[in-house]
Nanobody, 119 residues
């Protein structure tokens, strides 16, 4: 079993910055992909950014050039640096971890952290 815990988030004005952190813990697992997803009120949960263990990254078009995802493989952590925030970035941000446990791939979610960007 893998536990995923997010931290960071909060309230900021448009143009501001926030940093989210994600930490995965457990036993006998190896992480393939770590990612951040966003869910706005009344909308589906969408991918924001993801990073593979080798460092390859993928971003939603709406955040390219503003958000940066990074990870520390040794610590099983990932960060999302969010700059030039816009009101439309508001939502609950969830960390997702795709990990191998005993040779099988599973996805684990954190509890989510609220990000609110005001005008």
């Amino acid at each position: 079993q893998v536990q995923v815990v997010e931290s960071g988030g909060g309230l900021t004005q448009a143009g501001g910055s926030l940093r989210l952190s994600c930490a995965a813990s457990g036993s006998a697992f190896s992480i393939n992909v770590m990612g951040w997803y966003r869910q706005a009120p009344g909308k589906q949960r969408d991918l924001v950014a993801q990073i593979w263990s080798g460092g390859i990254t993928n971003y939603a078009d709406s955040v390219k050039g503003r958000f940066t995802i990074s990870r520390d493989n040794a610590k099983n952590t990932a960060n999302l640096q969010m700059n030039s925030l816009k009101p439309e970035d508001t939502g609950v941000y969830f960390c997702n971890v795709e990990a191998f446990v005993k040779g099988l791939s599973y996805r684990y979610w954190g509890q989510g952290t609220q990000v609110t960007v005001s005008e």
